[in-house]
């Protein structure tokens, strides 16, 4: 008896197993007559972590994701506040601080991105005439993109270097090409990659011309936005000051808790609340009257 039943028992599990893998089975045959999609390229969409992703890749921070980056955030607005309620044992205030100091990492990404492209914007006509020269010499397209990562400017040869070997690992221009612009994270090479990407695709013979004009666009165009920069530097520091300095006066007056303790209060808590939006409004304004144009990343 007990022999019948443990072959009965050893049959079922058989049975079972031999079900389970003709299901695996099938369904790997009907997953296989799907086609995958197609993986998005670099900051396509309107969500907010792929638009925070090309920030810190623009500043240079492609090692730390938006994730990471808005764990840091998080972490600074709630050590500044729970510091301020400790210090003063105001809500209100506490709260006001803590979003400045969440606000403050996000802001020093934003001015780094920019600084960067400022910086990069001085060497890419010298790039684009190196290349150009190399094109002229009878290199090819790849050849002459690899050489800028040891003639190129200082600046720009480890994103080309890193180009020079994806291209020999793989062999694929267009897909070392897509790597390199995503390593650049810069409006101009973008265009730069762009227009190469054409040229290998459909051909031409006006690539020369075409690096050359573009050369002296950048050129033009690097110095009549410095001269604009200049005159523009005063406007947007004192911008700043302006809606920095109340914020400055209320936390030397947070060092002694007896001064702000009126703003525990629900009057005192609408105060610093309207305060707070006309100092961003009046910032916002002032920034939008007086920025320029800035150059947008294409095609990614």
């Excluded at 947007?236 to 209060?265: C, D, F, G, I, N």
Aim: charged share 20%; proline share 4%; aromatic share 8%.
């Amino acid at each position: 008896m007990w022999r019948r039943c443990s072959v009965v028992a050893g049959g079922d599990g058989v049975g079972a197993l031999l079900g389970l893998t003709a299901g695996v089975g099938m369904f790997l045959v009907w997953w296989s007559c799907w086609h995958a999609e197609p993986l998005r390229s670099e900051g396509t969409g309107s969500k907010p972590f792929a638009r925070l992703g090309g920030v810190l890749r623009e500043a240079g921070l492609q090692s730390v994701s938006p994730v990471a980056f808005l764990t840091l955030c998080s972490g600074a607005m709630a050590g500044a506040c729970l510091l301020l309620l400790a210090l003063t044992g105001v809500r209100s205030l506490a709260v006001c601080f803590g979003v400045i100091a969440g606000w403050l990492p996000y802001a020093l990404v934003r001015s780094r991105a920019r600084r960067r492209r400022e910086r990069l914007r001085e060497f890419w006509p010298d790039a684009v005439d190196n290349l150009a020269s190399g094109v002229r010499a009878g290199l090819s397209l790849p050849d002459a993109l690899g050489a800028l990562g040891e003639r190129g400017p200082e600046a720009l040869r480890p994103p080309f270097q890193a180009f020079a070997r994806d291209y020999r690992l793989t062999g694929s221009f267009s897909d070392s090409l897509e790597t390199l612009k995503s390593r650049l994270a810069d409006p101009t090479g973008d265009r730069l990659c762009e227009a190469l990407r054409i040229t290998r695709e459909v051909g031409g013979s006006d690539l020369g011309k075409l690096l050359r004009s573009l050369s002296m666009f950048l050129r033009d165009d690097a110095r009549v936005r410095s001269e604009l920069e200049a005159r523009q530097s005063w406007t947007v520091s004192a911008a700043r000051l302006a809606v920095s300095a109340p914020w400055l006066v209320l936390a030397l007056l947070a060092t002694k808790p007896e001064s702000v303790q009126a703003y525990e209060s629900a009057t005192g808590s609408v105060v610093l609340a309207v305060g707070a939006a006309l100092c961003v409004l009046a910032y916002r304004l002032m920034t939008v009257i007086g920025r320029l144009p800035e150059e947008r990343r294409v095609l990614r």
